[in-house]
């Protein structure tokens, strides 16, 4: 194989002008596509291998307890049982309802006889108080739930910052303030692929082959390395596609490390999926948050002090949560002061979840705007602008509320009125994100039957990876997209990055443009002494490559790749200046209230964001009308319910923990800003999802009169802010 | 036996009981059930009433194919599907396996079903239609190629779920409007926020198929 | 799921000869379409070591009578009773609620019997390693627990709310069941059918281990009558009632109201007739002072528990908004 970099590279590779794309900045279908569509495409809950086994774990049903007893025997002699392990001991602890609660493996030749196995394993264990809110944590006297063994309370050590007092005599000095406590909800990502994996074992001097439902192909096999006894690079995890993950599957987790142990022990391949239940109670959760915030306004709107008091809420985790003003500035940054901590319960440890705490620090923020505009009469728009420092943002908050028929509306200074127990009103959020890019590698193979690969090893976790894995090369070469392998989904490619953070266009683009680009002038020294032009001088489309400036002088693609004598390897790796930092959104909500049953109907939603250069507008307008789903599901639904008194948690089925449907969508506007021409390219799965929920709360407010300080929307809440609580 | 149309003047002649007894006739279907040998033998345990207990072999009829599948009384049609066929059609999805997500949508005799809510044994002799069944990614099927044409899909968890709804919800509502749509989808739930592709996806599959019709 | 026989009756009689007299948490019980039994034997709530098929009693027909009565055999699907044209035009509010159950997998599965028989939603009652009073528990858990979705009238010992939408506009149209048994059959009012918590734990109605609720009689309604169903779900998408009222009203040439029927549900352990609240609406014009006098009358009983005094006023508004729907 010959490798390109073996010749001198003629230029850098770069994105192009827009006007110049052939294959980017369009809707591109996605290339896996047909193979979803069809029911083709394989998940690792869908991976069937000979012999395999089907592994299921035990989860103690509530967060404290001191076990007495696991007693395995009638499980392990049931039929088909094939392996059985309890993971405490007698006088072991349960101390918190997450991976700590797993209390035993059991793997049979069937599903139903794992199912069977586990429901026989018979548990004695003395509860012990549950410690499941903030408020029973915080009690005297109250157990210590932290996972550091040497904690001696449930409360974190307070993140401060700012001069209270400085921030207190700003306050005293404002024209308007309002004051306001947030109560907002622990989320669960619901991946619909439940965190698993299947785990076919090898002899010593062999890879084994583990199917990961991860967005850390890369990641997982140092993450098995310690359970299996092997060398990371004896571990090969595949995941072609995967079902979700939105921040909760960096790593193998306890569920990975049991597929593991079970394959080595029985040397057969093993199949661990949690179950929906299990997923629920072990596998990670948005962190929720109390935040106390006072904010102060001269009476042009301009923020002027801001005190902000928050505890959150990540289980044993600390939580996230972005200190104050988030997004908005404030005249004199020292007239700021917060004070952040983290009140740990003994519930499942949150995980990063799509722009960790970014949701929660968004809801109280844009609350307090709203509030403090209305107070000056001042419109939402207008007051937004006159706090915001970035024109992106300025342009975009005017471009949605256009888009959302603010100009029209009859309130926008001040909240409206039910009419005959009907209300109309519009709200806006802001949104920043910096997606970031680091060190990452493709190989772009061009061989001389005209067949190009593209490889790095990424995953696709739904946001359409693979399909740009392909569709920068076939920009670079002039080719369709379908006439490009991408491969992904393989830790045995291209090393690339975990996937959180919006980091993996950031970091794998630039990798698969310069592996492109480099193959592209690989080609093109053949082609020097072919078509007698110098390397650089080339335009490649529509499946062919010409002298610029001399049409005349051209050959078809098939030809060109008959020059090789073997494939050509092109190497790609990160480069920083194909990739953007920052990106910003603004968001509008419209909703109907009806006041006498407490409904929220939200009407549209529309989001405008920039991003650089889009790789995919198709793949893109599906994630910003993504994010807003997840948010208005957030804002409106999801509620994680636990029993209070004994601990159990309730809301561990898709019933209780309701998700938004169909009949739950607004008329949806998915705004490409495409006045930001910067010339690179960066992920958006955070920044879209930040501000849904507080445009909603805001439009409710606007419609009504009513402030929600919690989360969901519903009918309790709404019926209970508008006439209390009875 | 369906007298529907109280207008129609029809009296109603028959009693309750002759009510029961004639609509048995309608419905009495063939037992495609039976014991195996391989498999623990159906245990007759009250001579007049037919009994399935324990693991006995079925031929299901999926996609338009007999399918001979070793099942206990309690499989459920998805487990059928994804884990006692061989070859499995994994296809279907298992979500939440409460009948609250959609994403084990089929077709049981044309009608959308959740296959983790519905006993294998009871649909002996009924037509079971999977995702697999529409179509393959060489030959999609128009609510298949539409899905990929609007974006219809983010992780494709829910997506063979919603394929089987969309046809369904198209079979049943060929006319649909945009909130018709939204009801007839109401059982299939996506998570990455695919909503407003499906409807266009949906919307898209309704002015081909009207234009197909002018066309004819 | 433990595993269960699956008994294939051809008779009602057989059928009925294979249910227990007395009820045990394994003893066998009737299979329809499957999809509230299924989920409670997948939640281990029971664990039947056999299910009744009615797949082959041929219970699944329908027959309008020529005054307009209306029977409904306990497995026609919910789905059928949603689409069917002469349903629409003669009984809209029994489509209203069959359109409002469940999704369309729920409705084309689903049938009659199995949703007027279909267990409670509590989530102590649906989880699978809660003990609550229903399940022989010393208590009721969500009396002091979490009972957002609890009933306001009619609760102790425990407090569920009841879940089937058929259930309600059936109360409110005067349906009766049929029910077959070791003894024959026998006729029992819908508003009769179901059992209050203090009165039974094992079941919700007064059908016995071993009877089988085999058809639905609905009489005509009367000429002059408008009614309708409006549920409120949490979740426009698939979602039991938060509240629903089935809400019937006769008006007079002059369009005063002479006769009126009012029954709720998702608020309390059965479907829940609220006498009051139609009285409040005879002899008034259909305006908004006598909707809210109907919807004060409505709540007047009510007595929630620590989370779900919300339904007291949500009862008031939906009563309003479905009476003026009728307008």
Redo the contacts between chains.
């Keep these: 194989m010959s490798s390109s970099s073996r010749g001198a590279q003629a230029s850098e590779p770069s994105w192009g002008k827009r006007s110049d794309l052939d294959v980017l900045n369009r809707d591109i279908p996605r290339v896996d596509g047909p193979v979803k569509a069809t029911g083709e495409a394989i998940y690792t809950h869908d991976v069937r291998l000979p012999g395999m086994l089907w592994a299921r774990v035990l989860v103690h049903p509530v967060p404290r307890a001191e076990i007495e007893s696991i007693d395995l025997e009638v499980a392990s002699e049931m039929p088909g049982v094939v392996y059985v392990e309890a993971l405490k001991e007698p006088g072991d602890a349960v101390r918190y309802l997450g991976d700590d609660a797993v209390l035993a493996v059991v793997a049979a030749e069937t599903p139903d006889q794992a199912a069977d196995a586990l429901r026989a394993i018979k548990v004695k264990a003395r509860r012990l108080a549950p410690v499941v809110t903030p408020a029973q944590a915080l009690e005297d006297g109250a157990p210590v739930v932290s996972r550091r063994r040497d904690a001696d309370s449930n409360v974190g050590r307070a993140n401060e910052r700012g001069d209270e007092a400085v921030a207190d005599a700003a306050l005293a000095g404002a024209v308007a303030v309002v004051e306001r406590t947030f109560e907002i909800p622990i989320q669960h990502h619901v991946c619909l692929e439940t965190h698993g994996h299947v785990v076919q074992p090898a002899p010593d001097d062999e890879q084994v082959t583990v199917y990961a439902s991860t967005q850390s192909v890369g990641g997982t096999p140092r993450g098995l390395a310690r359970t299996l006894g092997r060398d990371a690079s004896k571990i090969r995890v595949l995941t072609p596609h995967m079902g979700g993950g939105f921040g909760s599957k960096f790593g193998p987790g306890l569920e990975g490390a049991m597929a593991a142990r079970v394959a080595d022990q029985t040397g057969r391949p093993v199949h661990l999926m949690l179950t929906r239940s299990d997923e629920f109670a072990i596998a990670g959760n948005r962190s929720g948050s109390r935040q106390t915030l006072k904010v102060g306004a001269r009476s042009d709107g301009r923020l002027v002090g801001l005190k902000l008091d928050a505890d959150k809420h990540g289980g044993v985790s600390g939580g996230s949560l972005p200190g104050p003003p988030y997004i908005y500035t404030v005249a004199d940054d020292s007239a700021v002061a917060s004070r952040i901590r983290s009140v740990f319960t003994a519930t499942d440890g949150s995980r990063a979840m799509r722009a960790p705490g970014h949701p929660q620090a968004s809801f109280a923020m844009e609350a307090a705007v709203d509030e403090l505009a209305y107070l000056l009469g001042i419109d939402l728009v207008e007051m937004r602008i006159r706090n915001l420092d970035s024109e992106v943002h300025h342009r975009q908050l005017r471009r949605v509320a256009e888009e959302i028929g603010w100009g029209e509306h009859p309130h926008r200074d001040r909240p409206g009125r039910a009419e005959n127990g009907r209300a109309v009103g519009i709200g806006f959020g802001v949104s920043v994100w910096g997606p970031g890019g680091r060190s990452s590698r493709c190989d772009v193979t061009i061989r001389p039957d005209g067949s190009v690969v593209s490889a790095t090893a990424t995953q696709d976790l739904g946001t359409g990876a693979r399909t740009y894995v392909a569709a920068i090369v076939a920009e670079e070469l002039g080719l369709a997209v379908n006439m490009i392998e991408a491969r992904i989904g393989d830790s045995d490619l291209p090393p690339s990055v975990t996937s959180g953070g919006s980091v993996t266009t950031g970091s794998s683009a630039p990798a698969i443009k310069d592996a492109a680009h480099k193959a592209r002038e690989g080609l093109e020294a053949l082609l020097v002494d072919v078509l007698e032009a110098p390397v650089g001088s080339y335009v490649w489309r529509n499946g062919q490559v010409s002298v610029r400036g001399d049409s005349t002088r051209s050959l078809p693609w098939i030809a060109v790749c008959a020059l090789l004598r073997e494939p050509l390897l092109a190497q790609g790796e990160f480069r920083d200046f194909l990739h953007e930092g920052r990106i910003h959104g603004a968001q509008a909500a419209k909703v109907e209230v009806d006041t006498l049953t407490g409904r929220v109907k939200v009407l549209k939603m529309v989001a405008c964001q920039d991003q650089g250069l889009p790789l995919n507008r198709l793949a893109l307008r599906s994630q910003i009308n993504g994010g807003m789903v997840q948010a208005l599901s957030y804002g409106m639904l999801e509620q994680r319910v636990f029993d209070e008194q004994d601990g159990f948690l309730l809301s561990d089925n898709l019933d209780l923990y309701k998700i938004a449907g169909a009949q739950e969508m607004p008329e949806m506007v998915a705004l490409i800003d495409d006045e930001d021409e910067r010339p690179s390219v960066c992920g958006m799965a955070e920044a879209p999802v930040i501000p849904g929920h507080s445009a909603i709360a805001g439009a409710i407010h606007n419609a009504c009169g009513a402030r929600l300080t919690r989360m969901p929307f519903t009918a309790d809440n709404v019926l209970e802010t508008l006439y209390g609580k009875i | 036996?369906?007298?529907?149309?109280?207008s129609?003047?029809?009296?109603?002649a028959?009693s309750?009981r002759s009510?029961?007894?004639?609509?048995?006739?309608?419905?009495?279907?063939g037992?495609i059930i039976q014991a195996t040998a391989a498999g623990a033998p159906a245990e007759v345990?009250?001579p007049?009433?037919?009994?399935?207990?324990?693991t006995s072999s079925l031929e299901l009829l999926v996609n338009g194919k007999a399918r001979s599948v070793e099942v206990?009384?309690?499989?459920?049609l998805l487990?059928a599907l994804?884990?006692h066929m061989d070859?499995?059609?994994?296809?279907?999805?298992?979500?939440?396996?409460?009948?609250?997500?959609?994403?084990c949508?089929v077709l049981?005799d044309g009608?959308?079903?959740?296959s983790c809510?519905?006993?294998a044994?009871?649909c002996a002799g009924r037509p079971v239609t999977?995702?697999?069944g529409?179509?393959?990614?060489?030959a999609?099927s128009d609510v298949?190629?539409a899905?990929?044409?609007k974006?219809?899909?983010?992780?494709?968890?829910?997506?063979?779920g919603f394929?089987v709804?969309t046809h369904?919800?198209l079979d049943?509502s060929p006319k649909a409007s945009l909130d018709e749509?939204?009801?007839?989808?109401?059982?299939?739930?996506?998570?990455?926020?695919?909503?407003?592709?499906?409807?266009d996806a949906a919307a898209a599959v309704q002015e081909d198929r009207a234009r197909g019709e002018e066309g004819r | 799921m433990k595993d269960f026989d699956l008994k294939l009756p051809d008779t009602l009689e057989a059928a009925v000869g294979e249910l227990p007299a007395e009820y045990s948490r394994d003893g066998a019980q009737v299979l329809a379409g499957g999809q509230d039994i299924v989920t409670v034997m997948k939640d281990d709530i029971e664990q039947p070591a056999a299910l009744v098929s009615l797949q082959r009693l041929g219970l699944d027909g329908m027959q309008w009578d020529e005054r307009g009565g209306l029977t409904i055999g306990a497995t026609v699907t919910i789905q059928t009773l949603a689409e069917e044209a002469s349903i629409e035009r003669g009984l809209p509010a029994l489509r209203e609620a069959a359109r409002s159950v469940g999704s369309p997998q729920i409705r084309s599965q689903g049938t009659l019997g199995g949703n007027l028989n279909q267990r409670p939603r509590c989530p102590y009652y649906r989880h699978p390693s809660v003990s609550c009073f229903k399940k022989g528990g010393s208590v009721c858990l969500a009396e002091f627990g979490f009972n957002k979705y609890a009933a306001i009238f009619g609760g102790g010992p425990s407090y569920y709310s009841h879940p089937s939408d058929l259930a309600t506009v059936l109360v409110m149209l005067g349906a009766t069941a049929t029910i077959a048994g070791p003894g024959g059959e026998r006729q029992v009012p819908l508003a009769e059918l179901y059992v209050l918590p203090d009165q039974a734990l094992d079941t919700e109605t007064v059908l016995r281990p071993d009877e089988i609720l085999t058809s639905v009689s609905i009489p005509a309604p009367a000429a002059d009558a408008r009614s309708s169903y409006l549920k409120y779900k949490e979740r426009a998408s698939y979602d039991f009632a938060l509240a629903a009222v089935a809400v019937s009203v006769n008006r007079g040439d002059d369009g005063v109201v002479t006769d009126a029927r009012v029954v709720l549900g998702g608020v309390a352990p059965k479907p829940w007739e609220v006498p009051a609240a139609a009285a409040a609406l005879v002899g008034k014009a259909m305006a908004p002072e006598a909707w809210t006098a109907a919807g004060e009358a409505a709540v007047a009983d009510a007595d929630p528990l620590e989370h779900n005094g919300y339904k007291v006023h949500l009862v008031k508004g939906l009563l309003f908004r479905a009476l003026e729907a009728l307008v």
């Design positions: 036996m369906r007298e529907m149309d109280p129609s003047g029809e009296p109603s028959i309750r009510f029961l007894k004639g609509a048995t006739q309608v419905a009495a279907a037992g345990v009250d007049e009433v037919e009994t399935l207990s324990g206990q009384p309690r499989t459920t487990h994804r884990t070859p499995p059609l994994t296809g279907t999805k298992e979500v939440c396996g409460t009948g609250s997500c959609g994403a949508t049981i009608q959308p079903a959740y809510l519905s006993l044994v009871t999977t995702v697999e529409f179509g393959s990614a060489d999609m298949q190629q899905f990929c044409d974006d219809g899909m983010m992780c494709g968890f829910c997506t063979p394929v709804a369904a919800a049943r749509l939204k009801y007839e989808l109401s059982g299939n739930f996506c998570r990455c926020g695919t909503y407003p592709h499906v409807f």
